[in-house]
């Protein structure tokens, strides 16, 4: 059975086109696996979380204004940020947050992409907590 020399093409086309449609999927999926969660869910979370690591990826300065009690500071935008992340454990259960939301999304993409297993983000960041009336401390 002959098939006409344009349909073929059509039909190689169509693999290819569909092979992408494919991947591109496949890299969504992964950044879906960071949960972002409401201030009371993310406190929650954490505190029943068995060897949560909670990260506050603003910058120092930022950081002595006030804090999340408990967390430790990796500045997302310093250039050593990957390096200091890639020294920790990657079983363990990560929580981030920054300002607003939007450095500690970026910081908890990086951690996937160096194979973090799990990685949570305060939704609206410091500012969202805040905002809800869960307290802050000032750093030691």
Known sequence: MKINYKIQVVLIFVLIFAGCAGNRSDENNEKETITELSPEEFRSSLSSTPDAVLIDVRKPEEVAEGK???????????????????????????????????????????????????????????????????????PE
């Open 68 to 138: 999340i009690e408990g967390a430790v500071n990796i500045d997302y935008t310093d250039s050593s940020f990957t390096a200091e992340v890639g020294k920790l454990d990657k079983t363990k259960p990560y929580f981030l947050y920054c300002k607003t939301g939007k450095r500690s999304t970026g910081a908890a993409d990086k951690m996937k992409i160096i194979e973090f297993q799990d990685v949570y983000v305060l939704e609206g960041g410091l500012v969202n907590w805040q905002e809800r009336g869960l307290e802050t401390v000032k």
